[in-house]
């Protein structure tokens, strides 16, 4: 969480050549990013590809009860006979869209207090650090725990929970983009002509801060899946039947002793997916600073 | 120093302020009358309204809000709904073994993720870094609740190498009881010389610390990488060179002493994470902390608890930051000759 | 003239160095030399390989990734070819080097004379031993011994640039690389280093390669100069020599670019 990128000067385009080149020599984009595409093709398409799309709805088979891996279920079947397979195919919608609403909030909200703060500087700049500290002072993990725990336990809950924690970072981000792109001599110079600070925001502020932006939500993406999950398992998130990951962990905790594809595949989702997201948010930082490249 | 250190702490206690207000803003963002709540699904109309003036339910918000300041001042944090005792007396019973997890977990991160982050950024791109990496965000992408199971199941029900739950072998209860001073297992072993017990709490204490040990050894290895090959290129570590000094010299002590302070800010980051960590997998593994405390909390809406643990842990963190920062200007002078 | 066909001598001499990175070459330098009590001009534009070459003398080339071959004879020694716990022993305590931000040349978390003493303890003194020779040197420099217990953070450019040259003179190293010292230096402060330098020359007989795109302060400090062009020596011989009768037409451009008062030649 703490892995903000530094913040990048303007620079000029970035000829195209450069950015293949960035790719091949850069594993870890490649890897993460092919993963990523993989998860989100079955994402979309799960309720076609996945053999028993029913079971990841009120679906169930009371004779199909527990059965191991097998060449029937892959992943075997749960309490109530529902093919772990689909389910966890199905959950992939879950996460990832839990995780875009929550940045994307968080981007929202984030945004224009970091930019209001770093550009506009004096009182403003403090009144709003001092809130974004105070926020900041919790484990991202124990706020949205809390909001979670007093709300009705439901996937909206746990979505609001998780982004009312989560925009802090972005508003110490952009406050380091806009502050330090504020003090630069050819702003004084426009502000000297005249140009109206929100053009400044429009023009300057807010493309040269594209990249870090990019880059922090692409690594914050498998912490907002991580935390998710938590908060499922604890049961304050989704409900069942909705076949959440951390959910399913949950409820196959007490079949696991015999039965340990109850809670190992949709675990292994869990952390796939997380990863996946990390090797991504790591191949574009490494991408985009050159400076942090392994290749040195 | 002393300048440092004292505006430091009085920060600190204004973020504390903030921290409680913040407690106080979600304990009132309850959906429902908590007073009809209270009151009971029978209770008459005329009942909720007293509920409610008992409860002090009726007051302005501010004025609420001072209590409620005043109440976590003095000690009244409520009372815990599941175990009709005072929140804090049960925070503080159930901290000590939580503490004593996270901070060998700490350890146990740090003695591996330091010397492998060391190792990493001495032979970038070649396979022990890639491997290294590859291990780190491992470890920090790990959903811990899974990692807990599923080596629960392969060392203990399985391997029968360790133990599955508990603080210690119940047997040892009868022969050799455990006398609780301080509320740590181990630190209570040892000082009153009870080497069996002492044995058995080492010994259950290895997978759950493990277990949370992952995201912290992970994430500082990753951070000394960082900060050692950022600073690798610098003069200062040429000159350090071209007088003598010999690579692992360069690496373990010119350009790690540069990436303390850092990886110290992580350090302070990791304990209130790993703090929170523990809420995931204390259940499972039957230990008796704050995390227990907290899912059982969570799964009988016991709220009066619920929040008295954030509140701790939100304290607990900013003291350890507060720690970690006043140590940090001790060893750099960078920071308190800013 | 570029002397390739004299035997290469002197205390530090270097003969047919090449530098490279991968296949491109960098350095190809046929023939150096410098001598006891001299100073040694190495002049050039930025790029011209000069730097590499100072890395590649401290055997630290491949730090940057490049491949050196040819001869660099220390004192006769050869020091190409040489293990890396060897050259350690060389680093520092025969040929030191001083660089040209002297604010970053500092680790800054460390006091200037921790450093100092660690150095010298390095290379086989004693503590009390460490201690003295580091007092003596900062005298020599012309600086306050207590200065040794401050940061870097805390001393002046200048300051530190002679605390850089403390160190070489407490190692009692034969041979300072002196890599562009005084380009971020203000010009006063400039002239106390040189002076500096000309005395380490004369009392300790000290042998310093001067690396430097200013041909103003090579002039006035060296004894002879080399002028360097995209990794090759264009022109070699004493300074009065080189600087007033250029040979090459390359040293004739940058003696232009030297911007004159004027009224003078």
């Known amino acids: 969480m703490i892995e903000t990128p530094t913040i990048t000067p303007p620079k000029a385009a970035i000829p195209r050549g450069a950015m293949w080149r960035g790719l091949r020599a850069n594993p870890l984009l490649a890897v993460g990013g092919g993963v990523v595409l993989l998860i989100v093709i079955v994402a979309i398409f799960a309720p076609l590809v996945a053999p028993f799309p029913a079971d990841a709805g009120t679906a169930t088979h009371p004779f199909e009860v527990l059965k191991a891996p097998s060449a029937a279920h892959w992943f075997g079947t749960d309490q109530v006979g529902r093919d772990i397979l689909s389910r966890v195919m199905v959950g992939a919608r879950v996460s990832p869209v839990i995780a875009v609403i929550v940045l994307a909030l968080a981007c929202l909200v984030g945004i224009p207090l970091g930019v209001a703060a770093g550009f506009l500087g004096g009182w403003v700049d403090e009144v709003i650090m001092r809130v974004t500290d105070v926020f900041l002072a919790f484990p991202p993990l124990l706020l949205a725990l809390a909001l979670a725990a007093v709300l009705p336990a439901s996937l909206t809950s746990l979505t609001i929970a998780i982004a009312a924690v989560w925009w802090p970072w972005y508003v110490r981000l952009l406050r380091g983009q806009a502050a330090s792109v504020a003090g630069r001599p050819y702003v004084e110079a426009c502000r000297a002509l005249g140009i109206s600070r929100l053009s400044i925001i429009f023009r300057h502020i807010l493309p040269n801060s594209i990249t870090p932006v ?67 948010g790591d191949g574009l930082r490494d991408l985009f600073d050159p400076r942090r490249s392994f290749l040195r | 120093m002393l300048v440092f250190a004292a505006r430091r702490i009085a920060l600190a206690f204004v973020v504390v302020v903030g921290v409680i207000v913040v407690t106080f803003i979600v304990a009132h963002v309850v959906p429902g009358d908590p007073a009809a709540t209270w009151a009971g699904p029978h209770a008459s109309a005329s009942q909720i309204v007293q509920a409610r003036k008992f409860l002090g339910l009726d007051r302005p918000l501010a004025v609420q809000l001072v209590s409620y300041l005043g109440g976590v001042a003095s000690g009244n944090w409520g009372v815990s709904i599941h175990t009709h005792r005072s929140v804090l007396s049960d925070l503080l019973t159930a901290a000590p073994p939580s503490l004593e997890l996270v901070i060998t977990a700490l350890v146990l991160a740090i003695v591996a993720g330091i010397p492998l982050g060391l190792l990493s950024a001495r032979r ?23 990692m807990a199971l599923i080596l629960q199941l392969v060392f203990s029900q399985r391997l029968k190498w360790l133990p599955a739950a508990g603080e210690y072998s119940p047997s040892l209860l009868f022969t050799h009881p455990l006398v609780r001073r301080t509320g740590f297992p181990v630190i209570d072993a040892l000082i009153s010389g009870n080497l069996p017990m002492l044995g058995s709490t080492l010994k259950y204490l290895i997978l759950p610390a493990i277990v949370v040990a992952a995201y912290p050894a992970g994430l500082i290895a990753r ?56 809420f995931l997998v204390e259940s499972i593994f039957d230990w008796p902390g704050l995390g227990s405390y907290a899912a059982a909390s969570i ?36 920071i308190r000759l800013r | 003239m570029t002397g390739n066909n004299r035997a290469v ?38 790029g011209s390989g000069k730097s590499m070459t100072t890395l590649a003398v401290l055997g630290l080339a491949h730090t940057v990734g490049a491949n050196v071959s040819g001869s660099i004879r220390l004192d006769g020694q050869e020091l190409t070819g040489l293990s890396q716990e060897d050259l350690r022993a ?80 407490a190692l009692r190293a034969e041979v300072l690389l002196a890599d562009e010292p005084t380009s971020a230096l203000d010009v ?78």
């Open chain 3, 188 to 265: 006063t402060v400039q002239a106390e280093v040189l002076d500096l330098l000309r005395d380490l020359r004369e009392s300790i007989g000290m042998s310093i390669l001067f690396i430097s795109h200013d041909l103003a302060v090579v002039a006035e400090l060296c004894d002879r100069v080399a002028v360097m062009r995209q990794g090759l020596i264009v022109e070699q011989g004493p300074a009065g020599q080189v600087l007033s009768a250029p040979a090459n037409p390359y040293t004739i451009e940058l003696l232009e670019s030297v911007p004159k008062l004027a009224g003078t030649t």
């Open chain 3, 9 to 46: 001598t002197g205390r530090l001499a270097i003969s047919d160095l090449t530098i490279r990175f991968g296949s491109r070459q960098v350095v190809a330098i046929d023939g150096l030399r410098l001598d006891h009590a001299e100073i040694l001009g190495l002049a050039g534009e930025s």
């Open chain 2, 124 to 146: 970038p791109g070649r396979p022990a870094d890639q491997a290294i990496r590859a291990g780190s965000i491992l470890g920090i992408s790990m959903p811990i609740f899974w």
């Open chain 1, 214 to 280: 990019l880059v922090q939500v692409s690594l914050d993406v498998g912490g907002v899946i991580l935390t998710a999950s938590a908060l499922s398992f604890l049961g304050l998130g989704a409900q069942d039947p909705v076949p959440d990951w951390g959910l399913m962990v949950a409820e196959g905790q007490n079949y696991f002793t015999p039965d340990w594809w109850l809670v190992t595949f949709p675990g292994l989702a869990i952390l796939v997916t997380a990863f996946a997201f990390n090797l991504l």
């Open chain 2, 299 to 334: 799964s009988t809406l016991d709220t009066p608890a619920i929040l008295g643990v954030t509140l701790f842990v939100a304290v607990a963190y900013v003291v350890a930051n507060l720690v970690v920062d006043v140590v940090q200007a001790a060893i750099d002078p960078r």
């Open chain 3, 90 to 169: 060389i680093r520092g305590r025969r040929i030191a080097a001083i660089f040209q931000n002297p604010s970053t040349a500092f680790n800054p978390v460390y006091r200037v004379g921790t450093i100092m003493t660690r150095a010298l303890a390095l290379h086989g003194a004693t503590k009390s031993e460490a201690a003295d020779r580091a007092t003596d040197a900062m005298r020599q420099v012309l600086l306050q011994p207590d200065l040794m217990r401050r940061y870097p953070s805390q001393l002046s450019g200048g300051q530190l640039q002679r605390v850089a040259i403390a160190l070489a003179v």
């Open chain 2, 223 to 278: 951070m000394v990488r960082a900060q050692v090959l950022d600073t690798i290129g610098e003069t200062h570590i040429l000159n350090a060179r071209a007088l003598g000094f010999g690579e692992w010299q360069i690496f373990g002590r010119f350009a790690m002493k540069l990436a303390w302070t850092p990886v110290a800010a992580a350090i302070a980051l990791v304990f209130g994470y790993s703090l929170v960590n523990t």
